[in-house]
């Protein structure tokens, strides 16, 4: 009886095993992917520069990444200057916004 049962925990762990190797694997083929739409990110913001390797193209900022930085400063204890900033850009919240100045409402947020 004992040894069935040593047998069947044996059977369970390499079961969980291999769920966490496969788990594993997984996740290093998706930061294989991330590095490679990087690298591809990169090279082509080179080749559309000045040739110098400096990147001149801005990269598109999403109300959802401005929403992140706001609610991380809110967090932060920051809420009533987040709140003067929206009303900076003449918002008394984020959907008023315009999209045009997320990316200058950002760098404006990182310095609170």
């Known amino acids: 009886m004992m040894g069935q049962a040593r047998i069947e925990r044996k059977i369970m762990m390499k079961e969980i095993y291999m769920l966490l190797a496969d788990g ?12 490679q739409q990087g690298k591809e990110v990169k090279e082509k913001l ?17 109300i959802e990444m401005v929403r992140a930085i706001l609610a991380k400063k809110s967090q932060e204890g920051k809420i009533s200057e987040v709140k003067d900033l929206l009303m900076k850009y003449d918002a008394g919240k984020l959907s008023g916004v315009n999209p045009k100045d997320y990316a200058s409402l950002i760098k404006e947020a990182e310095l609170l």
Not at 24 to 35: C, I, N, P
Not at 46 to 62: A, K, Q, W
Request: charged share 25%.
């Open 24 to 35: 594993y694997e997984k996740l290093a083929q998706g930061f294989l992917t991330l590095a």
């Open 46 to 62: 080179e080749n559309e520069g000045s040739g110098d390797g400096i990147y001149t193209t801005e990269l598109e900022v999403t």
